[in-house]
């Protein structure tokens, strides 16, 4: 082993630095390294660089449980794949129960598509099928007056619904009360509120009857 002095240079693997060196050159001598010795504390800030640190050398063991918080995330880094296990097909991210909660991954092919517990409503119509009402829901079911309509005529009533846009579509089916295939149906969407047309198509005569409808709104745009 070489006498280490002042000014003294290593050459590297064939020569390398090693505790019992040091201790040549002055006091006090520097000890082993033991397994606790290199500390949070004796390491200076910003002294580990992405570059000390070798490829998939921090293990999910070394991070702290929580120690990834939503600050430490990237914006747009978190993609659907990390999110969740997709499944082959018909498999999507929503919320299939109402209330908070987490995200769920849904299959169309066992749940179906549509809304949860909450997001609709119901609305008897007054009078007669031309009187307005009031429904603020994405889906549910509206009954109508049960006063006359005659046969090949068409009747209209505003209804008022804050969750349409003009953009959307209404979809609207017969589900009891009346004579079921006798009428046809129509929503104008509009800001706020559509316009519900029904029009009856029977053989002939009159009908006066109170119609279960069921619709659901689908959000629509023009760009």
Known sequence: MPTVTPGYTFTGTTDPITYTKLNLLAQPTVAAVGPDDVTTTTIANLAVTTAKINDLAVTTAKIDDLGVTTGKIAANAVTLAKVVAAGSNNTFLARSTAGAGNYEALNTTTTGLGFYTGAGGMVTQATTKATAFT?????????????????????????????????????????????????????????????????????????????????????????
């Open 135 to 223: 429904l603020n829901t994405m889906c549910g079911q509206i009954t109508t007056a049960a006063d006359s309509l005659s046969h090949s005529t068409t009747v209209s009533a505003t209804w008022t619904n804050s969750k349409i846009a003009a953009t959307d579509v209404v979809i609207i089916n017969h589900n009891s009360g009346g004579t079921v295939g006798g009428y046809v149906f129509n929503v104008a969407c509009n800001s706020g509120s559509a316009t519900l047309y029904i029009r009856n198509v029977a053989t002939a005569g009159t009908l006066s009857e109170a119609l279960v409808l069921n619709f659901v709104v689908i959000k629509g745009v023009t760009s």
